[in-house]
């Protein structure tokens, strides 16, 4: 089993798809998890409760989108709940068959609703049947944890995710844009299962994920270094990283742009957008007998500043 020992870290100091799971009471404790209470709808002549409560599936209490099903008593509900009740209504035990809603959906057309993410910042309004696909992409929408290591299924804004890799997930939190890793594993032949480490750094304001590990890619391992910026992808663009890697004399370098944790963990791993490390470089880098790895890694993150007379980035260095 790989061993991950961080050896030193140089800390600079500085100033600081579309799902239909609409309208879910998402309650917690914490002011800044993600909440989605149901909203007034937006609509002339037509109560908002009244119509909330029609388009609520009262299965899984999501709100319905066509086709919405009923049985010969009217009473309705969503077409993917109608597989799971086998047909029969769940409100009068009647066969449901294949009748459709049509006046609920026409109902449905005529209805403006806020995004859901409003109590986050979003103030947008959408026809009914357009609120879902804005929503796959609202920007005030809350993030996933970026932890590697296991499934997590907290969401939150940035500062409830920095706390909660802090103290649930004992994720090293560090100040500065420089760092220093030594990663070391006495069989670098194996690697069974992948081995990982996740640094949180803060610098410019911002928080960046570092992550390292080891995994299979095709008969041999592999290792990997790469940056995730805690934000959307248009400010991660604001950003640069490099890495670096080497011994006996020789190195690998990288530079890039900090992926957004919009995009997971496994979509940025396999897309091969870092620093990648073949094991028989790895080795070499490592000396010695060639038994066992010995990696360090450094670098550095910067942000690009526009100059507004020649109209070109210049790096503003975290020194």
């Given at each position: ?34 909440s ?64 459709r ?38 920007n ?19 500062p ?20 220093n ?7 670098p ?15 410019f ?19 990997m ?46 897309s ?25 890694v ?22």
């Open positions: 089993m790989a061993a991950i020992e961080m050896e030193s870290v140089e800390c600079v100091s500085l100033s600081d798809g579309i799902e239909d799971e609409e309208m879910q009471s998402s309650v917690s404790s914490h002011p800044h998890q993600y989605s209470k149901p909203h007034g709808v937006v609509s002339s002549g037509i109560g908002p409760t009244s119509v909330h409560e029609l388009l609520e599936c009262p299965v899984c209490t999501n709100s319905m989108y066509p086709p919405i099903h009923q049985c010969h008593n009217g009473h309705t509900l969503c077409s993917t709940c109608k597989t799971r009740v086998h047909n029969r209504c769940p409100t009068c035990r009647q066969e449901l068959g294949d009748i809603c049509l006046a609920l959906e026409k109902v449905a057309e005529s209805l403006e609703l806020p995004c859901k993410y409003y109590s986050l910042g979003c103030s947008e309004i959408f026809p009914y049947y357009s609120k879902l696909k804005h929503e796959a992409v609202c005030f929408r809350p993030y996933g944890c970026p932890y590697a290591g296991s499934e997590c299924a907290v969401t939150g804004d940035i409830y995710l920095v706390t909660h890799l802090r103290d649930d997930h004992k994720v090293d939190m560090h100040t500065g844009c420089t760092f890793h030594r990663y070391v594993k006495s069989n032949r194996e690697v069974e299962n992948a081995t990982w480490m996740l640094t949180v750094f803060h610098c304001g911002q928080y960046f994920c570092l992550h390292f590990e080891a995994f299979q890619l095709g008969m041999a391992p592999v290792y270094a790469f940056l995730r910026f805690m934000g959307d992808e248009n400010e991660a663009r604001n950003y640069s990283y490099s890495l670096e890697v080497g011994g006996n004399g020789r190195k690998l370098i990288w530079e890039g742009t900090p992926r957004s944790i919009r995009d997971s963990h496994r979509k940025v791993r396999d091969h957008d870092g620093l990648i490390i073949q094991r028989n470089m790895a080795l070499f880098f490592s000396g010695g007998d060639r038994k066992e790895l010995k990696l360090r450094t670098g550095r993150i910067w942000k690009e500043q526009q100059n507004p007379d020649a109209g070109v980035c210049i790096p503003n260095l975290c020194s």
